[in-house]
């Protein structure tokens, strides 16, 4: 394998940006950010630890489930999962995160940079209600940097386009964790467990 090992260096591979991909970096939302946001139902937020390990975490609920706090804050749930917390305790010790805002079928992304902190209540709690479950703690993230993405490595990987999903293409959920995670669960008992009334325990738990 042939390192790259200074900026200098990838610098004589990749080339230098354009201007205008320096300049659309922004420090607070616009109305067409509020927009994008009112209609994301996903994102992915990258943390790292004080250690430098890095995490990322997919974040999704209702279309404008991240709350525009105002043009420089914003927050996002946090609803039942695996408990293992491995962003909120990134965020403890470091609080420099970024994230990726999706919206089902377009190639462009809002990316928002900043810095967040851990709240366990506050009145915008009240409008994060999803089917009766208030969260137990959202992150607010105090915006940094703020631009959007083309499309070109959604074109790439065609990931919008259904002729092209192979969802059979690798063993389902319940083998991949009988496999991997639970070998002393039955395949029966793991197929129960993740097929149709696994999304009754969204927003309890489970």
């Known amino acids: 394998m042939q390192e ?3 900026e200098t260096e990838l610098r004589e591979l990749i080339g230098e940006p354009l201007p205008r991909a320096w300049e659309k970096e922004r420090t607070s939302l616009h ?3 509020r927009a994008w946001l009112a209609a994301s139902p996903f994102c992915l937020l990258a943390t790292a630890g004080a250690d ?3 995490d990322v975490s997919p974040k999704g609920d209702p279309a404008g489930y991240t709350l525009v706090l105002d043009e420089g804050t ?3 749930p946090e609803r039942p999962g695996n408990r ?3 962003s909120l305790r990134n965020i403890l010790t470091n609080p420099h995160v970024g ?3 999706l919206i089902p ?4 992304t809002l990316r928002i940079n900043g810095r967040a902190r851990l709240v366990r ?4 709690f009240d409008d994060m209600v999803v089917k009766g479950h208030r969260p137990v703690l959202a992150i607010v993230v105090e915006v940094e940097q703020v631009f959007h993405h083309c499309s070109k490595a959604f074109l790439r990987s065609q990931l919008w386009q259904p002729e092209t999903w192979a969802p059979q293409a690798v063993p389902p959920r319940a083998v991949l964790a009988q496999t991997l995670e639970r070998p002393d669960a039955t395949l029966s008992d793991l197929e129960d467990y993740y097929g149709p009334s696994y999304a009754d325990g969204l927003y309890r738990g489970q």
């Open 84 to 86: 293992r917390v491995d």
């Open 121 to 124: 209540d506050a009145p915008f």
């Open 52 to 54: 430098g390990s890095c």
């Open 74 to 76: 914003i927050a996002i």
């Open 105 to 108: 079928g377009r190639g462009d």
């Open 99 to 101: 994230s990726i805002h």
């Open 4 to 6: 790259i090992t200074d």
């Open 31 to 33: 109305e067409l950010d």
